[in-house]
């Protein structure tokens, strides 16, 4: 059993707080992904769960067993970091068998783990390298590699993709995403992109201040956000969130004061033929799709997402007809009221 479990763990460096009673069970084979703003605790929380950072009270559970006050060598466990911690004098092959080589395991039964591991990740030509020949991407599959032949409870990632650039963080998006359908183990992986988030996670973790914010599916914190908090994080552009009391037609469930709608569930129309009017104010043409930011007067600026072709132009009077049944109702205290999908 690789599943993994916190009990209302906490976090304190003295009278301060970081990590505020946290639950959260993590089945087995599961990838799930924690996000959030800086200072969260995204990664405070994960280094707890590698034994990196003490639990200050509660419990973590990894593989049915009380884990709290387990070293990191005794859980189990193997982390990649952002920095891909290589040895520079070392070929990949011996970097990728370190851990082996120091747990005095047989020199036959390293180099048949090493190559295991190198088919997974497509190491094979570079084995005899040195990490000063790779590309990013390529040492952060050796140092992938290196967790990987140490057949772990499960896997922990902190921000492993940050230091590539653009086209290398798709590519090994990518490559990740097909190592967990490959190996099925348990991933844990922290980020600050939500396009990672969205796209490689079992279930998304949102955390807000030290506290779990809502638990989902990508699909779920996308569709049903839980909190004014989710809905604006999840999503980009995000979600617009505005005083009910500026719109029209609309139909409020009670308890609610605020509307949240998504780009994509707006459509442009002719004056007085929506929801609400506005003001073409600036226009960010993408390619496939264009985001129209509209000045909608005390409702504030409203973002649309419509087809990359587009004759508007800054200036443009326009009206704002929001999709049947896509508004998103929370209350005073920012919760939701009722999301109608």
Same mark, same amino acid.
């Given at each position: 059993?690789?599943?993994?479990?916190?009990?209302?763990?906490?976090?304190?460096?003295? #009278?301060?707080?970081?990590?505020?009673?946290?639950?959260?069970?993590?089945? #087995?084979?599961?990838?799930?992904?924690?996000?959030?703003?800086?200072?969260?605790?995204?990664?405070?929380?994960?280094?707890?769960?590698?034994?990196?950072?003490?639990? +200050?009270?509660?419990?973590?559970?990894?593989?049915?067993?009380?884990?709290?006050?387990?070293?990191?060598n005794? $859980?189990?466990?193997?982390?990649?970091?952002?920095?891909?911690?290589?040895?520079?004098?070392?070929?990949?092959?011996?970097?990728?068998?370190?851990?082996?080589?120091?747990?005095?395991?047989?020199?036959? #039964?390293?180099?048949?783990?090493?190559?295991?591991a190198?088919?997974?990740?497509?190491?094979?030509?570079?084995?005899?390298?040195?990490?000063?020949?790779?590309?990013?991407?390529?040492?952060?599959?050796?140092?992938?590699?290196?967790?990987?032949?140490?057949?772990?409870?499960?896997?922990?990632?902190?921000?492993?993709?940050?230091?590539?650039?653009?086209?290398?963080?798709?590519?090994?998006?990518y490559?990740?995403?097909?190592?967990?359908?490959?190996?099925?183990?348990?991933?844990?992986?922290?980020?600050?992109?939500?396009?990672?988030?969205?796209?490689?996670?079992?279930?998304?973790?949102?955390?807000?201040?030290?506290?779990?914010?809502?638990?989902?599916?990508?699909?779920?914190?996308?569709? $049903?956000?839980?909190?004014?908090?989710?809905?604006?994080?999840?999503?980009?552009p995000?979600?617009n969130?505005?005083?009910?009391?500026?719109?029209?037609?609309? +139909?409020?469930?009670?308890?609610?004061?605020?509307?949240?709608?998504?780009?994509?569930?707006?459509?442009?129309?002719?004056?007085?033929?929506?929801?609400i009017?506005?003001?073409?104010?600036?226009?960010?043409?993408?390619?496939?799709?264009?985001?129209?930011?509209?000045?909608?007067g005390?409702a504030?600026?409203?973002?649309? $997402?419509?087809?990359?072709?587009?004759?508007?132009?800054?200036?443009?009077?326009?009206?704002?007809?929001? #999709?049947?049944?896509?508004?998103?109702?929370?209350?005073?205290?920012?919760?939701?009221?009722?999301?109608?999908?």
């Amino acid at each position: 059993m690789s599943s993994i479990a916190l009990r209302s763990v906490e976090k304190w460096y003295g #009278e301060v707080q970081v990590i505020k009673g946290v639950d959260l069970e993590i089945d #087995e084979g599961e990838f799930i992904i924690f996000v959030g703003p800086s200072g969260c605790g995204k990664s405070t929380l994960l280094r707890m769960i590698a034994g990196l950072e003490e639990t +200050s009270r509660g419990q973590i559970m990894i593989a049915d067993r009380d884990a709290t006050a387990e070293p990191p060598n005794k $859980r189990g466990l193997a982390m990649v970091f952002q920095s891909y911690a290589l040895y520079p004098h070392m070929s990949v092959r011996d970097n990728v068998g370190f851990p082996l080589k120091s747990a005095g395991l047989p020199a036959e #039964e390293i180099k048949e783990k090493v190559d295991e591991a190198a088919r997974v990740l497509k190491l094979d030509a570079y084995l005899d390298r040195r990490p000063k020949d790779l590309s990013g991407g390529q040492r952060q599959r050796v140092a992938i590699g290196r967790s990987i032949v140490r057949d772990p409870t499960a896997f922990l990632f902190d921000e492993p993709l940050s230091n590539l650039d653009a086209a290398l963080r798709v590519e090994m998006r990518y490559e990740i995403a097909k190592l967990h359908q490959t190996l099925k183990a348990t991933m844990i992986y922290v980020t600050h992109d939500q396009v990672e988030a969205m796209t490689l996670a079992d279930r998304i973790v949102v955390l807000d201040g030290g506290k779990i914010a809502q638990v989902g599916s990508p699909r779920e914190l996308y569709e $049903r956000p839980a909190n004014l908090f989710v809905a604006q994080f999840i999503g980009s552009p995000r979600m617009n969130v505005f005083a009910a009391a500026h719109v029209s037609g609309i +139909s409020l469930p009670g308890g609610a004061d605020q509307i949240g709608i998504r780009p994509e569930h707006i459509a442009m129309t002719e004056s007085g033929g929506g929801n609400i009017d506005g003001t073409v104010d600036v226009l960010e043409y993408l390619g496939a799709d264009t985001f129209v930011v509209m000045d909608c007067g005390a409702a504030g600026r409203i973002t649309v $997402r419509i087809a990359g072709d587009t004759d508007l132009k800054p200036g443009d009077a326009c009206g704002l007809a929001f #999709e049947s049944g896509r508004s998103h109702f929370f209350g005073p205290d920012g919760l939701a009221v009722s999301t109608a999908l």
